[in-house]
């Protein structure tokens, strides 16, 4: 038996057309329309040409229906500049990645979901009492992938062919999820993990969350949650020079155009300061770069967790990989990269950072 959603699902994620498809597996368009509407189902060879000219097993196919992740959840930072094939994309990227977690969830305890909601969204104060909830204080966030998981937040690596996609996240079925991109530099994709978390709990899926205004309140929410203002304050001085906020950025581990922007909404650079400043960094590459920055990107405590638990237990992730109808090079692309590492410890267990909560297998 066929799934009409998986061929559609499939399709997306390789950012394909139904003429696109038509061409590469020789098969008419009308057959297509119809195999994925469900009006007909494809002949083993027939699927066996589909599943070839989307790169996917075709155990795929057979799985159990696919609702893919709400649209209208999803807030897409730069909308207006990325064709909806590429949105489609990685949407279809993304709710392949909750398949895999669908999996994780029926074989291990994850942790709670501790991500709350607040209805008038200001960033600033939201930021604020997020810190508070999750006993932060003023204190430089750690590690924020680690941080958004130990409260419950299911966080995947978007694969690498959706650049232009630097992240994104949305509500399924009461489980947030965030997507990042591992195509930016360390400072910038803890920005991004926060920028998406201020989405998560400052609009939901029943609030509106597109459009600049919500792109806005994120960016505001992100640069408050991982720079405080008492800690800034008291951290960097009024019209700081350039060197100044290079060297000062490694408090907080942002990039320095994102501290030089929270210092100018803190008041402590002038307009005129901040263009200069902004501008100096553009000439030292930091408008798109971090010269002498973190090196270390931060990835996934459960993902690395479970698939070292069941490396552990004689399970590799061509297996898993095999069970969920992907290829192990799919499934890779949203493991930020470490079913390798994986393999190298030997399935032993490393050591974790701050806000550490439990992860067991079910019996």
């Not at 680690?146 to 937040?153: R, S």
């Not at 030089?260 to 200069?276: A, C, E, K, N, P």
Request: proline share 5%; charged share 25%.
């Amino acid at each position: 038996m066929v799934t009409p959603s998986r061929i559609t699902l499939a399709r997306k994620r390789r950012g394909m057309t139904l003429a696109d498809l038509s061409e590469g597996a020789r098969i008419s368009l009308q057959s297509l329309s119809n195999y994925e509407t469900g009006r007909t189902a494809p002949r083993r060879a027939t699927m066996g040409r589909i599943a070839e000219a989307l790169d996917f097993p075709e155990a795929f196919f057979e799985g159990p229906d696919l609702d893919e992740l709400p649209a209208d959840g999803i807030s897409w930072r730069a909308r207006s500049k990325t064709s909806a094939r590429k949105l489609d994309a990685a949407r279809a990227a993304g709710t392949l990645g909750a398949v895999l977690y669908d999996w994780i969830d029926r074989r291990f305890r994850l942790p709670a979901t501790d991500v709350p909601s607040f209805t008038k969204p200001d960033p600033e104060t939201v930021a604020g009492m997020v810190r508070t909830r999750w006993g932060l204080g003023t204190a430089p966030a750690p590690n924020m992938v680690h941080l958004i998981e130990a409260h419950g937040v299911r966080a995947v690596s978007l694969a690498p062919d959706y650049a232009e996609v630097d992240a994104f996240a949305v509500w399924r079925d009461g489980t947030p999820f965030v997507f990042l991109s591992t195509m930016k530099t360390v400072e910038r994709g803890r920005f991004d993990a926060a920028h998406e978390l201020g989405h998560l709990v400052m609009h939901g899926s029943d609030r509106e969350c597109s459009g600049p205004e919500a792109e806005r309140q994120a960016n505001d929410f992100a640069s408050a949650f991982l720079m405080p203002a008492s800690s800034v304050l008291g951290h960097m001085p009024r019209g700081a020079h350039v060197d100044q906020i290079i060297e000062g950025r490694s408090i907080w581990k942002v990039s320095a155009m994102a501290l030089t922007y929270r210092m100018h909404d803190l008041g402590l650079l002038t307009d005129w300061q901040y263009r200069s400043v902004c501008t100096e960094l553009s000439k030292r590459g930091y408008r798109t770069d971090e010269p002498q920055g973190m090196k270390k990107r931060e990835t996934s405590q459960i993902l690395t967790k479970v698939f070292q638990a069941l490396w552990a237990n004689g399970v590799r992730p061509a297996a898993v990989a095999s069970e969920l109808g992907m290829s192990s090079e799919e499934m890779s692309k949203m493991l930020f990269g470490l079913t390798a590492s994986i393999a190298d410890s030997g399935g032993k267990r490393t050591e974790g950072h701050a806000q550490r909560r439990t992860l067991s297998l079910v019996h």
